[in-house]
């Protein structure tokens, strides 16, 4: 049977920097990985690409999710567009039931978002972190029986599964690239990509806080499909 794995996130690019080998391994497992992005990224910087409108930056780093991706192998992505930056203004019911609705929709059995720091602190990370948990705590979300944070050595962080990426470096290097107006930010994580490979990516590292009602089960993991009930 093929599994759904829905991952959320705030701004393009978010999916790329801390799950590329698990994107890719799903999909190349014959299962789907489909993303929910809640804004469009266009309070972002532009990087090499020079002075932008808001509108401009908007419509290239939509383009550049699509073609993340498509090498990723995401089998669909959507975006609610609800205000780069402006996600603490949103009240959190509306974006709870937004992202209810995506995993109901797809029928997701696994969630994926941000760990309680956002990785980087930003205030929009923090509040998809919270809707996530919300959505997913409350039970509105009948068809997930587990919701996983992408830790990336986040302090006091236990994952229960780390995939070192073998053979999907390349990938995961061309999957950056796509999202070429954050090419400063991307440089300042993981060094100019130009210079690989070999590329020095750390492992992807992810948390298991919540399976069918059990909060931080004590488990080791090869899969994030170990366990899932038919």
């Known amino acids: 049977m093929t599994r759904t794995v829905g991952f959320i996130y705030a701004h393009p690019d978010d999916e790329t920097f801390g799950c590329s080998y ?4 799903i999909a190349d497992s014959g299962n789907k990985a489909v993303l929910l992005t ?3 990224g266009e309070a972002g910087k532009s990087g090499r690409l020079g ?6 930056l908007a419509e290239i780093r939509d383009q550049e999710l699509q073609r993340a991706g498509d090498i990723l192998g995401i089998a669909e992505i959507e975006q609610l567009d609800l205000g780069d930056g402006k996600l603490r203004e949103v009240k959190q019911e509306v974006l709870v039931d937004k992202i209810a609705a995506f995993l109901n929709k797809h029928g997701a059995e696994v969630a994926v978002t941000f ?3 956002g990785i980087s602190g930003h205030p929009d990370h923090i509040a998809i972190h919270h809707a996530v948990n919300k959505a997913v705590f409350s039970g509105a979300c009948s068809s997930v029986q587990k919701l996983y944070y992408n830790v990336m050595g986040s302090p006091g962080a236990e994952a229960v599964l780390e995939l070192k990426g073998e053979g999907l470096q390349e990938m995961k290097a ?3 690239t796509a999202h070429e107006s ?3 930010s991307i440089e300042r994580v993981f060094g100019k990509l ?6 020095h990516f750390a492992p992807e590292l992810f948390q298991l806080v919540w399976e069918r009602g059990s909060f931080n089960p004590a ?3 090869r899969s994030i499909f170990d366990g899932l009930m038919n």
Not at 22 to 25: A, D, G, K, M, T
Not at 51 to 56: H, I, K, S, Y
């Open 115 to 117: 760990p309680a720091d």
């Open 51 to 56: 002075a932008l409108t808001r509108e401009q």
């Open 174 to 176: 061309k999957a950056l």
């Open 194 to 199: 130009e210079d690989g490979p070999p590329w």
């Open 22 to 25: 698990l994107i890719r391994q």
């Open 38 to 40: 809640a804004t469009r």
């Open 219 to 221: 488990k080791q993991e």
């Open 182 to 184: 954050q090419i400063l």
